[in-house]
């Protein structure tokens, strides 16, 4: 399916998935989020949770070709926002830097949506 998924989701499938299969959860799941239905994931630690959801949202993001964050991602936990801005920052690292930033009591990096892709925050 790598050719139907680089076909309908050309921008999220080279900075997620270009070097490997989807798990279950996100075959599942990114279909859904493409189309713009909400979606609630649970599935058990690092099963791919975060590249289900960011993967079709990036790609919504481009094609919808919007110049400001469009997604505002609140994590329970300080330390979770900062794991995931870890993460996603290697994926945008050589394409798009500084796309995704935190908003958290120790980290205020999200001053401007402009240019941003995603913020990460805890409530």
């Given at each position: ?5 680089n ?15 989807p798990?279950?959860?996100q075959?599942s799941?990114?279909?859904r989020?493409l189309?713009?239905t909400?979606v ?7 099963s791919?949770?975060t590249?289900?959801v ?40 050589s394409s798009?830097?500084g ?7 120790d980290h ?6 402009a240019?941003?892709?995603a ?5």
């Open positions: 399916m790598g050719d139907d998924w076909r309908i989701m050309p921008d999220g499938w080279r900075i997620f998935f270009r070097f490997r299969t798990r279950p959860v075959a799941s990114m279909p989020l189309r713009g909400s609630l994931l649970s599935s058990p630690t690092a791919g949770k590249e289900a960011f993967a079709p949202l990036y790609q919504r993001h481009v094609s919808f070709q919007r110049g400001g964050a469009s997604v505002v991602y609140v994590a329970p936990t300080k330390a979770l926002v900062n794991d995931m801005q870890s993460r996603l920052s290697e994926y945008f690292a798009a830097p796309l995704v930033q935190r908003y958290t009591g205020h990096e999200f001053t401007d949506p240019g941003r892709f913020v990460l925050c805890t409530p």
